[in-house]
């Protein structure tokens, strides 16, 4: 009887430990977990101010290079910016999960360091969105300004053709005269969308407001409208 008592005493302190080593085994590896959430989100907020720093503020000289400009920025978001959203979703899902391990002030810490981190992602968002249509708004600029050349170009030379031509002498030469003219009315009808294209293009980059070439446009339009009721 006294084995057996002795025995069970044995089994139940035996039982207990076991007890206390799961649990401080769970203790420990919640514990991980939560450093761990800690280091990562630190890590994530130095990733973020690393990106925000790698933005540049170049906008280009020209089409080229504004060009090439939107495809780096392209990669970047592709690449860099979904790698980050992915981590910022990894520690959304530790978050959800450590609070329901903590409570108090613990939880909140937790959720604290969450939305740091989710208020730093959307910042960094902010700045590509801004880089992002900078970049637009300046091809656009670029287009406005290559075809206005090209359109105020065309009607320099057709009015330098027009006040070059020899006064004709017979009546085959008018009719020639003639004949080219309406040739040449028949381009420029022919070319009055491209007009409204460009208008339309340089109207809408003044109503952006958001470079600086604000009346160099205006002035293009202004410029680009005189040159045609002249021609």
């Not at 992602?121 to 590509?128: E, S």
């Not at 309406?182 to 420029?188: C, M």
Request: hydrophobic share 40%.
């Amino acid at each position: 009887a006294l084995i057996s008592q002795w025995s069970e005493q044995l089994n139940t302190a035996w039982e207990d430990l076991l007890e206390l080593i799961r649990t401080r085994e769970q203790m420990l590896q919640a514990s991980w977990e939560l450093q761990k959430f800690f280091s990562d989100c630190k890590e994530v907020l130095a990733i973020i101010d690393e990106k925000k720093k790698f933005i540049p503020e170049e906008l280009g000289r020209d089409a080229q290079s504004v060009a090439q400009l939107q495809r780096r920025h392209a990669t970047f978001e592709e690449n860099d910016l979904n790698t980050l959203t992915t981590k910022v979703n990894q520690i959304q899902d530790e978050s959800a999960k450590l609070i329901g391990l903590y409570a108090g002030d613990k939880a909140r810490e937790i959720k604290d360091r969450e939305n740091e981190v989710l208020a730093e992602l959307l910042a960094l968002q902010r700045l590509v969105d801004s880089r992002k249509h900078q970049l637009n708004d300046m091809t656009d600029l670029y287009k406005f300004f290559n075809m206005a050349r090209d359109l105020a170009m065309w009607m320099e030379t057709q009015m330098r053709q027009m006040r070059n031509e020899d006064k004709p002498r017979d009546v085959s030469g008018v009719e020639l005269l003639i004949n080219n003219h309406q040739s040449l009315k028949a381009e420029i009808d022919a070319r009055a969308e491209n007009f409204t294209i460009c208008l339309n293009l340089g109207k809408d980059l003044v109503s952006r407001r958001g470079h600086g070439r604000l009346n160099e446009v205006k002035d293009k339009c202004v410029q680009l409208c005189l040159q045609r009721d002249r021609i």
